[in-house]
T-cell receptor, first 109, second 115 residues
Framework: KNEVEQSPQNLTAQEGEFITINCSYSVGISALHWLQQHPGGGIVSLFMLSSGKKKHGRLIATINIQEKHSSLHITASHPRDSAVYICAVISNTGNQFYFGTGTSLTVIP | GAGVSQSPRYKVAKRGQDVALRCDPISGHVSLFWYQQALGQGPEFLTYFQNEAQLDKSGLPSDRFFAERPEGSVSTLKIQRTQQEDSAVYLC?????????????FGDGTRLSIL
């Protein structure tokens, strides 16, 4: 059983397209993270959310606690956005982190 | 730099050997996490420290896995009698205080290959 499900698994987009990656989770959470992982393993934390919406540059993250769903949007996508995007949640019953399997994004020039 | 540093970056070992993976968290970060990431999968939680105390080790897959953080800073993940299924990237992350409500800073990971 996966506590965190992401969709799509793979996504190819043309440069400039608007991109949406979805995350659904089944546990009660204290926070949700969106992470970016480039080839070679380095992980960068993009957002940490517990409610509402956050924006940083061309990236927007939203969360709906009632529906247990979050989305990551990339506006005006660029080839440098190509990476794996991972959704992770922290349960509200302890220190457990649950990770999605990631969405592999390729943006074509 | 001032980020989380992991060493070695790559480790190749023969089945049955013991390995030790090191994590230097960001200075002053109280919380430290270890994750295992198999190829094509998301990271999976292994263990969590708050200072030198190992508060959660529920993710360690077997008693061959052992982690320590004796002085509340550097941490070592040790795997004894390695097996091929231990091959993965081992990620370390640290955060300033507490767990869920603090952003985590990740190291680049140690890619472990067991032959």
């Amino acid at each position: 059983k996966n506590e965190v499900e992401q969709s799509p698994q793979n996504l190819t987009a043309q440069e400039g397209e608007f991109i949406t990656i979805n995350c659904s989770y089944s546990v009660g959470i204290s926070a949700l993270h969106w992470l970016q992982q480039h080839p070679g393993g380095g992980i960068v934390s993009l957002f940490m959310l517990s409610s509402g919406k956050k924006k940083h540059g061309r990236l927007i993250a939203t969360i709906n606690i009632q529906e247990k769903h979050s989305s990551l949007h990339i506006t005006a996508s660029h080839p440098r956005d190509s990476a794996v995007y991972i959704c992770a949640v922290i349960s509200n019953t302890g220190n457990q982190f649950y990770f999605g399997t990631g969405t592999s994004l390729t943006v074509i020039p | 730099g001032a980020g989380v540093s992991q060493s070695p970056r790559y480790k190749v070992a023969k089945r049955g050997q013991d390995v030790a993976l090191r994590c230097d968290p960001i200075s002053g970060h109280v919380s430290l996490f270890w994750y295992q990431q198999a190829l094509g999968q998301g990271p999976e939680f292994l263990t969590y420290f708050q200072n030198e105390a190992q508060l959660d080790k529920s993710g360690l897959p077997s008693d061959r896995f052992f982690a320590e953080r004796p002085e509340g800073s550097v941490s070592t993940l040790k795997i004894q009698r390695t097996q091929q299924e231990d091959s993965a990237v081992y990620l370390c992350a640290s955060s300033l205080v507490g767990t869920g409500n603090q952003p985590q800073h990740f190291g680049d990971g140690t890619r472990l290959s067991i032959l």
